[in-house]
T-cell receptor
Framework: AQSVTQPDIHITVSEGASLELRCNYSYGATPYLFWYVQSPGQGLQLLLKYFSGDTLVQGIKGFEAEFKRSQSSFNLRKPSVHWSDAAEYFCAVNTDSGAGSYQLTFGKGTKLSVIP | ETGVTQTPRHLVMGMTNKKSLKCEQHLGHNAMYWYKQSAKKPLELMFVYSLEERVENNSVPSRFSPECPNSSHLFLHLHTLQPEDSALYLC???????????????FGPGTRLTVL
């Protein structure tokens, strides 16, 4: 079955420190991968996506993610975290719904806290 | 207005009430979606509409009734809900026909629903 695993439920980092959020997926075909961010009480905002080509993709707000097929991973990184990055981050993969179409399968999310 | 908007942002209703959630997208997209986000659970896809036609209904109870009068508007009609239906309901839209492998979804801010 298709699935997305975000192994870290909650991460705390200091402002200015580097960040890496982990995402592993289980999907037989070539994945189409996304990272979304959700601030408290808000909807999901698209950070970046990977479909094909360069395995290192750049997104908004200084985020980047690297697709590693051998590890079935799509980890999100940022070199220097800002207090405004505190939010919940969701990894998702477009998967075959079995009815001839695709739908997003989300991980359970990683909540990021930033301390001064 | 730009992007995807949802009204109301907050809703409190009794179990015998009837209410409706509204979603509007200003992006010229062809597909619209309803998701349910409960605490400690992954986002759950409820309904998908492509060019105003429902293409997915993921085993959602009949007390939730969607309506898509045109490609810019999506409603979720609620009646005789249960307390466990309390959640954040998110609307999304995507440019392609729903279920496309490379389709990207854009989310609204959500409606926080509380059922008493």
């Amino acid at each position: 079955a298709q699935s997305v695993t975000q192994p870290d439920i909650h991460i705390t980092v200091s402002e200015g420190a580097s960040l890496e959020l982990r995402c592993n997926y289980s999907y037989g075909a070539t994945p189409y991968l996304f990272w979304y961010v959700q601030s408290p009480g808000q909807g999901l905002q698209l950070l970046l996506k990977y479909f094909s080509g360069d395995t290192l993709v750049q997104g908004i707000k200084g985020f980047e993610a690297e697709f590693k097929r051998s590890q079935s991973s799509f980890n999100l990184r940022k070199p220097s975290v800002h207090w405004s990055d505190a939010a919940e981050y969701f990894c998702a993969v477009n998967t075959d719904s079995g009815a001839g179409s695709y739908q997003l399968t989300f991980g359970k999310g990683t909540k990021l806290s930033v301390i001064p | 207005e730009t992007g995807v908007t949802q009204t109301p942002r907050h809703l409190v209703m009794g179990m015998t009430n009837k209410k409706s959630l509204k979603c509007e997208q200003h992006l010229g997209h062809n597909a619209m979606y309803w998701y349910k986000q409960s605490a400690k659970k992954p986002l759950e896809l409820m309904f998908v509409y492509s060019l105003e036609e429902r293409v997915e209904n993921n085993s959602v109870p009949s007390r939730f009734s969607p309506e898509c009068p045109n490609s810019s508007h999506l409603f979720l009609h609620l009646h005789t809900l249960q307390p466990e239906d309390s959640a954040l309901y998110l609307c999304a839209s995507s440019p392609g026909l729903a279920g496309g492998y490379t389709d990207t979804q854009y989310f609204g801010p959500g409606t926080r629903l509380t059922v008493l």
